[in-house]
Antibody, heavy 113, light 111 residues
Framework: QVQLVQSGAEVKRPGASVKVSCKAS????????INWVRQAPGQGLEWMGW????????NYAQKLQGRVTMTTDTSSSTAYMELGSLRSDDTAVYYC??????WGQGTLVTVSS | QSVLTQPPSVSGAPGQRVTISCTGS?????????VHWYQQLPGTAPKLLIF???NRPSGVPDRFSGSKSGTSASLAVSGLQAEDEADYYC???????????FGGGTKLTVL
């Protein structure tokens, strides 16, 4: 069965970077892209961007351009999302999603001094 | 401000029927991109409820149904049950943004 398992919670200082992983199993990793979505406390869902696991092509939300980098490691079927220059309003649960059907469990990133 | 517009809240008594609207534009819902609906319980990841405008994944009760017309879509929940109390989000694709767009979410309260 398709599974996306994300890395554990992180606490970061303002200005630092965080890298969240999303390990896929149960399907051919390179046949699908991975979307990243985040949700701030008490807020709605925000799409962050997408990466092709086939060729690494990316498309980032304009709001995050320059701060976000999405990569994949096909040898381990893992996608990564790195967000830099963290601010307090980056505190959120970060999700990876293969498509509408399959989502990771979420990773809480807390940005606090 | 979300690209897709949903009412912040809806409510209904057990057994009743409620609908949640989702209004987009010509660059997403109106551009014939599918609308998908998610249910989110506190502290959990969104769960796909309706995909491709009106299709239910296996295991989703037929009390949940979706529809789409023009630049809008709707989620209907009939025979309301206490367990339906949750946040609901619509989602589509936007050609201008080249990515997913979401509604702001609707909190369903079962009275």
């Amino acid at each position: 069965q398709v599974q996306l398992v994300q890395s554990g919670a992180e606490v970061k200082r303002p200005g630092a970077s965080v890298k969240v992983s999303c390990k896929a199993s149960g399907y051919t990793f390179t046949s699908y892209g991975i979307n990243w979505v985040r949700q701030a406390p008490g807020q709605g869902l925000e799409w962050m961007g997408w990466i092709s696991a086939y060729n690494g092509n990316t498309n980032y939300a304009q709001k995050l351009q320059g701060r976000v980098t999405m990569t994949t490691d096909t040898s381990s079927s893992t996608a990564y999302m790195e967000l830099g220059s963290l601010r307090s309003d980056d505190t959120a649960v970060y999700y990876c999603a293969r498509d509408h059907h399959y989502w990771g469990q979420g990773t809480l990133v807390t940005v606090s001094s | 401000q979300s690209v897709l517009t949903q009412p912040p809240s809806v409510s209904g008594a057990p057994g009743q029927r409620v609908t949640i609207s989702c209004t987009g534009s010509s660059s997403n819902v109106g551009a014939r991109y599918d609308v998908h609906w998610y249910q989110q319980l506190p502290g959990t990841a969104p769960k796909l409820l309706i995909f491709g405008n009106n299709n239910r994944p296996s295991g989703v009760p037929d009390r949940f149904s979706g529809s789409k017309s023009g630049t809008s879509a709707s989620l209907a929940v009939s025979g309301l049950q206490a367990e339906d109390e949750a946040d609901y989000y619509c989602q589509s694709y936007d050609i201008s943004l080249s990515g997913w767009v979401f509604g702001g979410g609707t909190k369903l309260t079962v009275l």
